[in-house]
């Protein structure tokens, strides 16, 4: 698939996403124009029950408004010993009006006096195309819940997350470090890779 210059809609309106994914496709030489570029304030009902499910939902929203191809995630954080929560909850975990730095401290909250802090953070990302095809990527990192946040980079909950075989936090890492070895990099880099072996005359 020839990719230079193509245009590609990013569904994502969370700047901390938009930066990385536009790292990562521009490498593609893919135009990466963001929903304010294109003037798009519709808000999108994330009523999934998976993360797969909440990225086709605002791929195809904003594939549809735009006439482009959309490339749409949907991540969050997976704790196994609160059963799976945030999970597709992550961004709202707590309730609506807590900031990041919040969540982050009730997240710590439910997780006083346990031992067991094993996590994953996971990402899904679906590139949804005018003629209905879609493309459907996956990446995890696993680690642990840390008992106190340490790093300002990154969002979310990259505070208090430690990757597998690290002493740092995710928001400990340089933007390099975590691409290496975030869910969103893995999941974005199998999305690229699929991308490049796509049929353009099928795609768009």
């Known amino acids: 698939m020839m990719l230079n210059n193509k245009k590609f809609a990013l569904a994502t309106a969370n700047p901390g996403k938009i930066t990385e994914m536009q790292k990562l496709l521009s490498e593609l030489n893919i135009n990466v124009i963001t929903r304010d570029g294109l003037n798009i304030t519709t808000h999108i009902e994330e009523t999934g029950t998976t993360f797969l499910e909440n990225a086709t939902i605002k791929a195809q929203a904003i594939c549809c408004i735009s006439k482009l191809p959309a490339v749409a995630d949907d991540s969050g954080l997976i704790v196994?010993?609160?059963?799976?929560?945030p999970g597709v909850y992550s961004s709202s975990?707590?309730?609506e009006s807590l900031s990041a730095a919040e969540r982050c401290e009730y997240l710590l909250e439910q997780m006083i006096n346990m031992e067991q802090r094993t996590a994953?953070?996971?990402?899904?990302?679906?590139?949804?195309?005018?003629?209905?095809n879609l493309i459907t990527a996956i990446g995890e990192c696993t680690g642990s819940i840390s008992?106190?946040?340490?790093?300002?980079?990154?969002?979310g909950y990259d505070p208090v997350f430690l990757p597998t075989g690290m002493n740092k936090t995710m928001a400990?890492?340089?933007?390099?470090?975590?691409?290496?070895?975030?869910?969103?990099?893995?999941?974005?880099?199998c999305f690229c890779d699929l991308l490049k072996s796509y049929n353009e005359d099928t795609c768009l």
């Open 172 to 189: 400990e890492l340089s933007i390099a470090e975590k691409n290496a070895i975030s869910h969103r990099g893995k999941a974005l880099r």
């Open 147 to 155: 008992c106190k946040p340490a790093g300002s980079g990154g969002f």
């Open 80 to 85: 196994d010993a609160l059963d799976g929560k």
């Open 93 to 95: 975990y707590g309730g």
């Open 120 to 132: 994953k953070f996971v990402c899904t990302i679906v590139c949804a195309f005018p003629n209905g």
